[in-house]
């Protein structure tokens, strides 16, 4: 099974940027469809963007759509998450997780610490 480990959350003004990263350990990465999720204080876990096996694909939920940009390096067995203009609203801890294409969560995945991400205003 493939094992992920995020970074790069931190502390950011609103208006200012971050760039997530997921470093994944196996053979088999460029196989996977790969997301980010989040989940914000008192509230459910949330999809924000997913990339296919290859790259070309991409989806994100209406809320960070213009802002974030999901990409992969399967050279280097890892996954990115550029943030842009971030929000308050975009608090949260991310975690990135393997799905099935394009949004499904696949049953008994590990989800890992995640990466905390707090925007001030």
């Known amino acids: 099974q493939l094992q992920l480990v995020e970074s790069g959350g931190g502390l950011v003004q609103a208006g200012g940027s971050l760039r997530l990263s997921c470093a994944a350990s196996?053979?088999?990465?460029?196989?996977?469809?790969l997301a980010w999720f989040r989940q914000a204080p008192r509230k459910e876990r949330e999809f924000v963007a997913a990339?296919?096996?290859?790259?070309?694909?991409?989806e994100y939920t209406d809320s960070v759509k213009g802002r974030f940009t999901i990409s992969r390096d399967n050279a280097q067995n890892t996954l990115y998450l550029q943030m842009n203009s971030l929000k308050p609203e975009d608090t949260a801890v991310y975690y990135c997780?393997?799905?099935?294409?394009?949004?499904?969560?696949?049953?008994?995945?590990?989800w890992g610490q995640g990466t905390q991400v707090t925007v001030s205003s």
């Open positions: 997780i393997t799905i099935f294409w394009p949004r499904t969560v696949i049953p008994g995945v590990n």
């Open positions: 990339i296919n096996w290859s790259g070309g694909d991409t």
């Open positions: 196996g053979p088999t990465f460029f196989t996977y469809a």
